[in-house]
Each structure stands twice: as structure tokens, then as C-alpha cells.
């Protein structure tokens, strides 16, 4: 079984900054893309940043020049620097990883964080 536990949220004021770690356990042989997802009430969830396994990142353009999504692969972590945040930014943020559990295995799977909550007041 896989887990990802995320930390790091929390209430913060417009301009200020937080730093989202979300860490992957149990059975992992391999893990490819790993990636931020948010949620506001009313809204559809909606990806925030992605890195694949050999560094590559992707942002929405929502965030662009002010998030920055890294890794550490000793640690099967992902972490989420965010700055300049706006009231826009609150939400439930969620990561995410796609998963290969043993060498043998075949198949990948997309594993879930429970979330945490970001609050950005203005």
C-alpha cells in the first residue's frame, strides 16, 4: 500500500509565501510524474504544477513566475514553494504521484494526498 502525506498549509497574508512537502511511502519501486493540484469551494480541482521523474516541470499559467515545484527522489518527496500568493491562491491543494510498486510490476498508479488547506486572506 502507498501513501502521500502532505504538510506544509496554512494561513498565510496576500504577498507572503509557503512551502507545500508531500511525501510518498510504502510499497514504491519507481515513481514517475508527481504534481500539485488545488481545489477551491465551488470549483473543479485544477493541476497546478507537474515534474516528471527526470526534472521536467510544467505550471498553469495561473502560477507561473511565482510557484516552483521540486523533488527529492531519495526522499520520494515533492514539495510546492509558493510566493506572491494571492486570495485566489486559497484552496485545498492535493498532490499527487503516478506510482510503479515493484520492478515486476506491469502497471503504474495515480496515489492521492488527503489535502491541506491554504489560505491566502488579502
Known amino acids: 500500500q502507498v501513501q502521500l502525506v502532505e504538510s506544509g498549509g496554512g494561513l498565510v497574508q496576500a504577498g507572503g509565501s509557503l512551502r507545500l512537502s508531500c511525501a510518498a511511502s510504502?510499497?514504491?519501486?519507481?515513481?514517475?510524474?508527481m504534481g500539485w493540484y488545488r481545489q477551491a469551494p465551488g470549483k473543479q480541482r485544477e493541476l497546478v504544477a507537474v515534474?516528471?521523474?527526470?526534472?521536467?516541470?510544467n505550471y498553469a499559467d495561473s502560477v507561473k513566475g511565482r510557484f516552483t515545484i521540486s523533488r527529492d527522489n531519495a526522499k520520494n518527496t515533492v514539495y510546492l514553494q509558493m510566493n506572491s500568493l494571492k486570495p485566489e491562491d486559497t484552496a485545498v491543494y492535493y498532490c499527487?504521484?503516478?506510482?510503479?510498486?515493484?520492478?515486476?510490476?506491469?502497471?503504474?498508479?495515480?496515489?492521492w494526498g488527503q489535502g491541506t488547506q491554504v489560505t491566502v486572506s488579502s
Open positions: 510504502g510499497s514504491i519501486f519507481s515513481i514517475n510524474d
Open positions: 515534474i516528471t521523474g527526470g526534472g521536467s516541470t
Open positions: 499527487n504521484a503516478l506510482i510503479r510498486a515493484t520492478a515486476q510490476a506491469t502497471y503504474i498508479i495515480k496515489y
